[in-house]
């Protein structure tokens, strides 16, 4: 008798346990599916007003131009300025929430992966500019790191580089 109480109860627990480990596996699943919805839904809140930003930036400057400090210094240019640090601002936000893992880095990758990338280098000079006025090295680093993240996951992706559209227009180096 002692023999089936023992089976009994090891049958018992192995259940127990096998139900545990299918639930921790499912609440998983879940959680990388949610991180994917919210990825695609922040940048969908985001994308209109980046869109509009990036926009009046290109009736000034050409598409994917480099835009050096000299193009944007001075009191004539501050608004152009500010319009590509509210830009900045919205990619720094998603940034930390992708470096953080609250957003899908595969998933932003290939929603915007190589647009964002070239926007990057086109800004790049200025993102170090306004570094040294703010004496902050710490400023777009969420952003700039992205940017490495995104070329691994890229490069993955993409095992030719011929085939990897944000190397056409910038050395990615």
Known sequence: MDNVYTITAIISHAAIISGVVIALIQLKADHERRK???????????????????????????????????????????????????????????????????????????ISGVSVTRSFYRFREIIYFLRRRSNNQAAYK?????????????????????????IMKHDLG
Do not use: C, H, W
Not at 143 to 166: G, H, Q, T, W
């Open 36 to 110: 994917k919805q919210a990825t695609i839904e922040f940048y969908q809140k985001i994308r209109k007003e980046n869109t509009m930003l990036l926009k009046v930036i290109n009736e000034i400057f050409t598409i994917n131009q480099v835009i050096n400090v000299d193009d944007v210094e001075g009191k004539d240019n501050q608004d152009i300025l500010n319009i590509i640090k509210e830009y900045l601002f919205y990619m720094e936000m998603i940034s930390v929430g992708i470096n953080t893992n609250v957003y899908s880095d595969t998933i932003f990758e290939r």
């Open 142 to 166: 969420d952003f700039e790191d992205l940017i490495s993240k995104l070329k691994v996951i890229r490069k993955k992706r993409f095992y030719n580089p011929e085939f990897d559209l944000a």
